[in-house]
């Protein structure tokens, strides 16, 4: 084993080190192999319940009237996820659209959203109109509103009592912390949030950002009272295999709007050309809890690996996991940088690029950004980001197999080491 790694550029103590680590972990990596065993099988259940066939591959093109495949998948995803129906395309570009689809197509002008845990995912406030962008939310008359974390991280149960109003239409949550330091919830604590909610008002829309949350416990969003659950297929669902798309799983008429909105009104559901993307949706999000699973113990590696060097991290080595996200925080921009150069010089695609921090869209802040993918911006793949301001935390999540995360994380660290930015 030394000897391969060798050849890849590692040193000895910088193995031993991770060895070490990896040894004590077993105990919660087996854990992780039940976690996505249930996942595994709670798929090909959905599957076989809905005669996923041979010809559920093939995909249509033009209007994409009659695609068997397509509906059968919506149908996969709604039994995966206990909810009436589904809406699972190609045509939703991404996290942020999908998001943005259930949010416009679900709120009328005159309408408030209610953000009960803090600012939403950054790209989110641009939809909004948390800053000012054409198109938001608040262009169309739409109010926001916020509730911030307590100092201690907790609900501010009392401030959300106060905040829900005859306006109040929907309440959103993300689930990851995405580029926040608070903790990812749990789908329980989810529940507990929604469950308040509804008890001050019941006709209240709960969405769930579920975007690296997929099969990361044994329920979703969509089991606690959730009447939306949203995210990416180039995140976890998809399994790496995915090549673009998005999904929103709920209340029927919740996804039917979301189809009138992506489509047109009249045309909604019925039409959508899958072209040749369903085998890829099928296959990625067969191959997803175990590919989740590889990620899950990846980033708790991460987290052991980097909280014996004295680096702060959230979640820390021993806590569950409710997404695949590891915050790494380095308080110092070079170290920052050498783990994102790090973990790109281990990719199988384009290691041998520099990342270099940039001014990306819809980020307010520099942002770098290092992954070798296969799919371009998949962050199932391995992946490291982070904007460059204080407190210099990477955000680290993916992973296709294990052995791959596994080789990221030493080669993040060799690379630290080689600059002596740490001491082994
Ligand atoms: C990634 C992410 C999004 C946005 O998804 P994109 O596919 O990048 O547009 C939204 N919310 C959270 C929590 C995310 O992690």
């Known amino acids: 084993m030394l000897n391969i790694y060798k050849e890849l550029g590692i040193k000895n103590e910088v193995f031993d080190y991770c060895d070490n680590i990896i040894k004590e972990l077993k105990p919660r990596f087996d854990k992780i192999d039940e976690l996505a065993e249930i996942n595994q099988l709670k798929v090909i259940k959905a599957m076989q319940k809905n005669n996923v066939s041979e010809a559920c591959m093939l995909g249509t093109t033009g209007y994409g009237y009659n695609d068997i495949g397509r509906d059968t998948l919506e149908k996969v995803y709604a039994d995966i996820f206990h909810t009436e129906d589904a809406l699972v395309r190609a045509q939703i570009t991404c996290g942020t659209h999908a998001l943005a689809l259930a949010l416009m197509s679900n709120l009328r002008p005159g309408d408030e959203l209610l953000s009960p845990a803090g600012k939403p995912y950054d790209t989110l406030e641009e939809v909004i109109g948390i800053r000012d962008s054409r198109g938001s939310l608040k262009e169309y008359g739409i109010t926001y509103r916020q509730v911030d974390l307590l100092n201690n991280k907790d609900f501010d149960y009392e401030g959300i009592k106060e905040a829900i109003n005859e306006k109040t239409k929907i309440v959103t949550i993300q689930r990851s912390k995405g580029y926040q330091t608070r903790p990812s919830y749990s789908v329980d604590q989810i529940g507990e949030l929604i469950s308040f909610v509804k008890s001050i008002k019941s006709d209240v829309i709960c969405m769930v950002d579920n975007c690296y949350g997929e099969f990361t416990e044994e329920k ?30 709920g209340k029927k008429e919740c996804v039917e709007n979301a189809a009138y ?37 990846g980033a708790i590696f991460a987290a052991n690996v980097y909280e014996k060097l004295g680096f702060s991290v959230i979640p820390n080595s021993t806590e569950e996991r409710h997404d695949i996200i590891q915050a790494v925080t380095f ?47 998949s962050s199932i793949e391995l992946s490291a980001d982070g904007p460059l301001i204080e407190p210099f935390s990477v955000y680290f999540q993916g992973g296709l197999t294990f052995p791959h995360v596994k080789f990221g994380i030493i080669k993040s660290l060799e690379a630290l080491y080689d600059k002596g930015l740490i001491k082994l």
């Open 331 to 377: 308080n110092d921009r070079e170290k920052m940088i050498a783990f994102c150069e790090g973990i790109q010089s281990a990719s199988p695609v384009d290691s041998f690029v520099r990342p270099e921090p940039w001014a990306m869209p819809g980020y307010d802040s520099d942002v770098i950004m290092a992954a070798g993918n296969f799919i371009s911006g």
């Open 220 to 249: 979703e969003p969509s089991d606690v009272g959730a009447d939306m659950t949203v995210g990416s297929l180039i995140k976890n669902p998809g399994g790496g295999l995915a090549p673009l798309g998005g999904y929103i799983c």
């Open 261 to 297: 909105r992506l489509t047109s009104p009249g045309l909604g559901k019925e039409v959508g050309a899958s072209l040749t993307v369903l085998r890829e949706f099928y296959q990625g999000l067969f191959l997803s809890p175990t590919v989740v699973a590889s990620a899950l113990k």
